[in-house]
C-alpha cells in the first residue's frame, strides 16, 4: 500500500488545501519512466502527485487525524505505486478535487 502524508497547524487548512498541495506537484511532473519523471530532476518533488495518478491505483482513502496543534492528512493507496522501471503517462487527465468541507 502507498501512502501519502500531509501536516500543517490544526485547523488552519481545508481538505481542498491539504491535497491541493499534492496536485500542485504536477507544474514539476513531466511523463517518463519512474523515476525520471520530474521536470527538475528530483523525483521527490512529484511523489504525492505521481501516487495520485499512477496508472495501477485502484483505490484511495484518505483521513485526518489532529493533535493540539497538528492537523495530519493521510491518504493510502492501493495498490503501491512509485515503483522503479514503470512508465507513467497519466491517462486520466487533469486531477480534480471532490468539493467538500472547507
Known amino acids: 500500500m502507498g501512502e501519502n502524508l500531509w ?6 487548512f481545508s481538505y481542498q488545501i491539504m491535497l491541493g498541495q499534492m496536485v500542485d506537484e ?36 484518505c483521513a485526518v487525524a489532529s493533535n493540539a496543534s497538528d492537523d495530519y492528512l493521510v491518504c493510502r493507496y492501493a495498490p503501491t505505486g512509485n515503483m522503479d522501471g514503470v512508465a507513467l503517462i497519466p491517462a486520466r487527465g487533469d486531477v480534480k478535487l471532490a468539493q467538500g468541507r472547507d
Open 7 to 12: 501536516h500543517g497547524t490544526r485547523g488552519a
Open 26 to 61: 504536477r507544474q514539476h511532473f513531466r511523463p517518463g519512466v519512474f523515476p525520471d519523471v520530474s521536470a527538475t530532476g528530483e523525483w521527490e518533488q512529484v511523489a504525492h502527485y505521481t501516487q495520485m495518478v499512477w496508472p495501477s491505483t485502484t483505490e484511495v482513502g
